[in-house]
């Protein structure tokens, strides 16, 4: 029942994001035409993070659908780090896009083109309406996927430029001021930069095979240290394949009395419960290895000291 639950879950999460990526991405093009027709920035700079919304659905489809894919002799972690690389090409691509808009905008500061409020309002009203329906399709499964969390937000995100454009184009009808054009662009560039900040730091971090944020590897150790029949710890190491998917590895060193099995499983059901790793690779030691040099072979290690090694899923 559980299983058939979950494909279920992803089927629909599936849908609801093939829906949301038509949507977005036929109106990106929409947009694109309005802006250029218009002369209006705050358009193409809405376009822009449009943009960013529709690469990010498309990663976070090809996730849904590439996970499915099972490892094999050449990736034997899987395909995960399809979505960090994507993610950070993304990155990439939002700030060389978001300084563009942010140049552009300082150079029609003193030199604002006849903006055509009409057009742009029509297009950044129709841009609002398809978030407000990508967004209506997400919300099924935002609260039990953090990946369907993840687009969720971005089309929220995108929701409030297109507020800011609205408001924009009829500031410009009645006032006359085409320099809110370049205001309200600036306002979205600015409002993409922190965000794009955090998702490149995020997925360098994943790249780097550093610890993962919600991780704090000190209180790791002290769970491990806390299990009956173990003296010391060394060699931790904490890492994530892809988001949500932690490992974890770990030399232990344990009292004779005590079996390595059973500190074995009091480790893994220690950290699945306290901070939900279930991925993990413990070997244990009655004495603890010498660190000759960082050169030192794993395999002569464990035959030197007559290891036992634990691997967990």
């Not at 095979?209 to 010391?232: F, K, L, M, R, T």
């Not at 306290?274 to 960082?294: M, S």
């Not at 290690?301 to 691997?311: L, P």
């Amino acid at each position: 029942m559980s299983a058939g639950h979950n494909h279920a879950a992803g089927n629909n999460n599936e849908k609801a994001l093939w829906i949301a990526v038509a949507l977005t991405g036929s109106f990106l093009i929409a947009e694109v035409i309005g802006g250029i027709i218009s002369q209006s920035l705050a358009l193409l700079s809405d376009a822009a993070h449009m943009f960013t919304d529709v690469a990010a659905l498309a990663i976070s489809l090809a996730a849904v659908r590439i996970a499915r894919r099972p490892a094999d002799k050449q990736r034997s972690f899987g395909y995960y780090r399809f979505e960090i690389l994507a993610a950070a090409f993304n990155a990439l691509l939002l700030f060389a896009v978001a300084i563009y808009i942010l140049y552009e905008a300082y150079r029609r500061l003193s030199s604002p083109p006849e903006i055509q409020s009409s057009t742009m309002l029509v297009i950044a009203v129709l841009g609002l309406i398809i978030n407000l329906i990508s967004m209506r399709v997400l919300t099924g499964g935002k609260d039990e996927s953090l990946n369907l969390k993840g687009a969720y937000l971005e089309v929220w995100s995108d929701m409030l430029g297109s507020l800011g454009v609205i408001a924009g184009a009829v500031i410009i009808r009645f006032t006359g001021w085409a320099w809110v054009d370049s205001v309200v662009a600036v306002g979205i560039g600015l409002w993409v930069l922190p965000r794009t900040w955090v998702l490149l730091k995020a997925s360098l971090n994943i790249l780097l095979e550093g610890v993962p944020e919600e991780i704090d590897v000190g209180h790791v150790g002290d769970a491990i240290a806390a299990v009956p029949g173990v003296q010391s710890y060394h060699d931790l190491h904490v890492w994530a394949i892809t988001s949500g998917k932690v490992s974890l590895t770990v030399h232990v060193v344990h009292v004779p009395e005590v079996s390595a099995s059973s500190v074995l499983d009091a480790i893994r059901e220690r950290l699945a419960h306290d901070f939900r790793i279930t991925h993990v690779t413990i070997q244990c030691e009655l004495v603890e290895c010498e660190q000759i040099d960082e050169d030192y072979h794993f395999g002569s290690h464990a035959e030197a000291h007559g290891s036992h090694a634990g691997h967990g899923h």
